[in-house]
């Protein structure tokens, strides 16, 4: 069964940089939801979307900002990188009517150095 | 606000003998999910198990069972028959979509589960 990608899986980049993480839901699901894992935490929510439109907001910073597109997949793109940007970025995708069931994709793992 | 406790940060369990993972959380609501996802080495997350708190009845996946307690809020894995390859970080994560559909859910800190040859 096909399930979530992401891309890349593995980024570095400098303090001050830009990053774009991409992701595609599994097919037909048309809610994506983004997370942040720093090292030895557990995941934190950043932002979500629901055919298109951003439908809850959590810790994201300003810095960052997200969107779904028509095909469903999204991007989060991160400006002036920092340090504590550092983490494992996860995508999850899920079916409307069944959100509590969230797919989680491999992650990306982002280093600022 | 919803808080998920896991008070347990390392584990460890011999091959083939039983452990079991507690989680205790807080909330004030009536209807709500909760869930044990995985999080092996390769740090993809695997949902193993979830339990809707309007049901009485513990959910089973295969050797994955649960023991839910609502009105005491605990909410423990039991890995029977344990495999190697259930070395794992496990986190508990509540879920309580409100009107209008918010599904976030709270992540405990997890607990890191090493099963020995």
């Known amino acids: 069964a096909a399930g979530v990608i992401q891309s890349p899986r593995h980024l570095i980049k400098e303090k001050r940089e830009t990053a774009t993480l991409k992701c595609y839901p599994i097919?037909?699901?048309?809610?994506v939801y983004w997370y942040q894992q720093g090292p030895g935490q557990d995941p934190q929510f950043l932002i979500s979307f629901y055919e298109k439109m951003q439908s809850d907001k959590g810790s994201i910073p300003d810095r960052f900002s997200a969107q779904q597109f028509s095909d469903y997949h999204s991007e989060l793109n991160m400006s002036s990188l920092e340090l504590g940007d550092s983490a494992l970025y996860f995508c999850?995708?899920?079916?409307?009517?069944?959100?509590?069931?969230?797919?989680f994709g491999p992650g990306t793992r982002l280093t600022v150095t | 606000a919803q808080t998920v406790t896991q008070s347990q940060p390392e584990m460890s369990v011999q091959e083939a003998e039983t452990v079991t993972l507690s989680c205790t959380y807080d909330?004030?609501?009536?209807?709500?999910?909760l869930f044990w996802y995985k999080q092996p080495p390769s740090r993809q997350m695997i949902l193993v198990i979830r339990?809707?708190?309007?049901?009485?009845q513990n959910a089973t996946e295969n050797r994955f069972s649960v023991n839910f307690q609502k009105a005491a809020k605990s909410f423990s894995l039991k890995i029977s028959d344990s495999q190697l390859g259930d070395t794992a970080m496990y986190f508990c994560a509540f879920m309580n979509p409100p009107e209008g559909g918010s599904y976030i859910p709270t992540f405990g800190r997890g607990t890191s589960l090493i099963v020995h040859p």
């Open positions: 339990q809707e708190a309007y049901k009485q």
């Open positions: 097919p037909r699901h048309d809610t």
């Open positions: 909330t004030s609501e009536n209807n709500y999910y």
């Open positions: 999850a995708s899920s079916l409307a009517g069944q959100r509590r069931e969230q797919y």
